[in-house]
């Protein structure tokens, strides 16, 4: 298990094609990625582990994320133990660096499925716990259960959807916002503002999108990408310096478009 802390910048690997993800994620890590994101709805666990464990790269260099609980999940709460060992198998890894509840919904249920996640971790078959999609409420009730440390709340965040009140929320509880569509699903290339930054650096508004969510503080970002070109893109952003006057103009975009939206989201409730 890696001892390192979440890299800022990390390989999203959600997809149709579940097993592009060998060869993606040996190019990521070659490039210079060091942290990996996975899930179990994403049905790529296998192929994900594959990719790091033939990597030239050691494991202790690479952070792995993965995730369970969600509708089509686990179907008994107390299950969600058994649903854990069984993405580290497929991963075919010792352990994970951070294992995420992935939606608070359906057989999520606080008080039982949360102590899992402590048990795993005392355990060792984890390293961290984390949260996705939770809202304020939501995160405070975990607080209170978890005898671990909440490391990261992980939220679609970019600058079609600031998320001000979580990213706060992060910030003052000591835990890592992790934004995943961080480039809004290709949408930031429409922005005008984005745009006229993106030609003020010689960037892309991808890369413009990426930068401005790095500069925030306990901000890290994991852009989906299979291809080497767009991963080299993408990982070349941590480079970007914006400037105030950059990041004070995407602050102030005044958009409220959610990509994820499905209907058993918390704040659809």
């Excluded at 992980?154 to 600031?162: A, I, K, M, N, T």
């Amino acid at each position: 298990m890696a001892n390192s802390a979440l890299p800022q910048i990390g390989l999203g690997t959600v997809s149709d094609d579940p097993p592009e993800w060998t060869q993606a994620v040996r190019t990521a890590l070659d490039i210079g990625y060091r942290h990996i994101d996975t899930a179990q709805m994403y049905d790529n666990e296998a192929y994900v582990g594959e990719g790091i464990r033939t990597s030239a790269v050691d494991r202790d260099d690479v952070f792995v994320a993965t995730k369970t609980v969600y509708p089509d999940g686990p179907d008994r709460p107390e299950g969600v133990r058994d649903a854990i060992d069984e993405s580290v198998d497929r991963l075919g890894l010792d352990s994970v660096d951070l294992f995420y509840v992935h939606w608070p919904s359906d057989v999520y249920e606080p008080e039982t499925v949360l102590p899992q996640f402590d048990a795993a971790r005392d355990d060792g078959v984890i390293g961290r716990v984390g949260v996705c999609n939770f809202t304020p409420e939501l995160l405070d009730e975990a607080r209170e259960i978890l005898d671990a440390p909440l490391t990261a709340h992980q939220v679609e965040f970019h600058p079609l959807l600031q998320q001000d009140e979580l990213l706060e929320y992060a910030q003052e509880h000591g835990h890592w916002l992790v934004a995943y569509c961080p480039i809004a699903r290709g949408k930031v290339y429409d922005v005008p503002e984005i745009q006229d930054i993106a030609e003020k650096h010689d960037a892309t508004p991808a890369q413009v999108s990426l930068a401005w969510l790095l500069s925030k503080e306990n901000v890290a970002v994991i852009p989906k990408s299979s291809g080497e070109a767009h991963q080299r893109e993408n990982f070349a952003a941590a480079d970007l310096a914006l400037d105030d006057e950059d990041i004070a103009t995407i602050d102030s975009l005044e958009y409220d478009e959610r990509i994820i939206d499905p209907d058993h989201g918390p704040w659809n409730w």
